[in-house]
């Protein structure tokens, strides 16, 4: 494991979860724009499957879902489970799930974290049925991420700690669209930043939400969607 990204970390950050002006806060706006992605549930006990679901800041923005989470760290999963998530503690890397269980999966800011992300992209892909919708946001491998997210973001105060992002893991946006696609899921990628304005205020404040845009620029901060192959 390396020294940055030890998810051990998150033991001692467990109040910080639910903070919104917290070291999770761009968590909390990023989990709104994400689950804005999630399609209408198409019948009844839907499985919607939250891969690195930390302490459940998906949980509000799902409805008609079985929000199921995975977490490598008990202590996320107990959170986000005192929030409503069926959640346990599991490997992205190894999904305790049978096949084609999930007709969504979500994977919000887990790929950097985990020492295999084509791994962890095709476990999402054999957990979701044929015609499962796939959403995904992570952090570039470019040198303007590393700066942006390790070298400005952990320098923040209030910002994400100090050492929880290794850049080495970092996900080319390119190679994770060949590897959902290797697994049958077609993505479409596009780029997110929080918009500038309430982003300064929210920094001078520390207070409300900031609104995540989207740009056409893969080189910090993409999310991605896609549906399986039928
Ligand atoms: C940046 S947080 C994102 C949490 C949540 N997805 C969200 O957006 O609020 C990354 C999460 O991934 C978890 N994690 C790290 N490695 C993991 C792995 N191999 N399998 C499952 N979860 C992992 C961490 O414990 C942490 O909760």
Redesign the pocket.
Known sequence: MSPRND?RQ?DRLAAEWWRPAGA?AM?HW??ESRCALVPAASRPGAVLV??????G??APWITGYRHVG????AR?AGIAAAHGVLAVQ????RLPLPDGVADVVIA???LE???DWRR?VAEACRVLRPGGTLIVDTIARTALATVVAVWIAERIPGGPPPG?HDPALFVPPRELREEAARHGVDMRLWGLRPAALPMLRWLWRRRGTVPIATTRSLSILYAGKGVKNA
């Open positions: 998810p998150y999770f968590l990023l989990a939250d891969v690195g679901c930390g302490g800041l998906n995975l977490d490598i760290r996320n599991g490997d992205a890397m919000g800011e887990i974290h985990v020492t962890a929880i």
